[in-house]
């Protein structure tokens, strides 16, 4: 369950870019771009900081935190560079 919201969250973190992004003037493809480009940064780090609480807080072994890794970056990485390059 955690980390299904943790995912949704990365999405809503992409959504709030590119809204962001138009609001500030850039046009339609060029936000999208730059939101894509700025969050899929910002959430490797997200997602890095988020396994490095599991390993040196939760007690969870790097081989256990690696696939959760996997998933909570990877998803919504993978879904603002697919939604990006085929629409825009």
């Known amino acids: 369950m955690r ?3 943790i995912i949704l969250m990365g999405l809503g973190i992409w959504a709030t870019g590119i ?3 138009h609001r500030l003037g850039k046009p339609g ?3 999208i ?3 894509t480009l700025a969050f899929i940064t910002f959430w490797f780090l ?3 900081t988020n396994m490095w609480v ?3 807080q939760a007690g969870d072994t790097f081989r256990e935190e690696l696939p ?3 998933i909570i970056f990877g998803l919504p990485a993978a879904i603002a560079a697919i939604v990006k390059k085929k629409f825009f």
């Open 3 to 5: 980390t299904s919201i």
């Open 19 to 21: 809204f962001l992004a």
């Open 29 to 31: 493809g060029t936000a």
């Open 33 to 35: 771009s730059d939101a």
């Open 46 to 48: 997200a997602a890095a």
């Open 54 to 56: 599991g390993v040196a």
């Open 68 to 70: 959760v890794f996997a």
